[in-house]
């Protein structure tokens, strides 16, 4: 009992060390908005288009082959997210990391999965999850592109999104030029 409630002590400062590092958790400055250049009503109308909407929040799909389907069909990388219940770390990572504007502006490069590794054992075996929380980018066939173990600051886990999404898109094949049938043939 002595071990545990000193394990849970050791989770619980190594957490708050994390939250009072400055810039940890601090989503940089929104950039200010610019103002476009007056249009007359007549051609604004008929020529305006919707702006995207800006994301609130991460889009998690609900299940890792719903994951694999969307990221195949959409050529989008995977970002899956391991975690447990009894983990503080993941809790933080949920509530804070994920909540980010940055990230979630970012996790939109991404189909995107979270994985509860004590109910969905089978999915954290296949990628060798022991430590909580993980993440795992993904190509859209499911092979392992990055990974990252633990919690640790927002630009941190903003690198590693980036990085992922980079390895990702130089391993995607390239269209093959044309060859035109002529160009081979002898004297041509």
């Not at 007056?38 to 609900?62: R, V």
């Not at 954290?124 to 990252?148: C, E, F, H, Q």
């Not at 030029?177 to 081979?184: E, F, G, I, L, R």
Request: aromatic share 8%; net charge positive.
């Amino acid at each position: 009992m002595r071990l545990s409630v000193s394990l849970m002590a050791g989770l619980i400062i190594t957490c708050m060390t994390f939250i009072n590092t400055p810039g940890y958790a601090q989503p940089a400055p929104e950039p200010a908005p610019t103002q476009a250049p007056a249009q007359d009503n007549a051609s604004s109308n008929s020529q305006a288009k919707k702006p995207a909407p800006k994301l609130t929040a991460i889009q998690w799909e609900p299940s890792f082959q719903t994951a694999i389907v969307k990221a195949k069909a959409s050529q989008k990388p995977m970002m899956v997210i391991f975690y447990a219940s009894w983990c503080p770390a993941c809790d933080f990572l949920d509530n804070v990391t994920c909540k980010n504007q940055q990230v979630i502006r970012e996790s939109d490069n991404f189909v995107n999965l979270r994985v509860n590794a004590d109910k969905s054992k089978a999915v954290a075996t296949r990628y060798g999850i022991t430590v909580m929380p993980s993440i795992a980018w993904l190509n859209s066939d499911g092979k392992l592109l990055n990974g990252l173990e633990g919690v640790g600051p927002v630009q941190e886990f903003l690198q590693e999104m980036q990085l992922s999404l980079a390895q990702f898109n130089a391993l995607k094949p390239q269209p093959k030029a044309y060859d035109s049938p002529h160009t081979n043939e002898p004297g041509a």
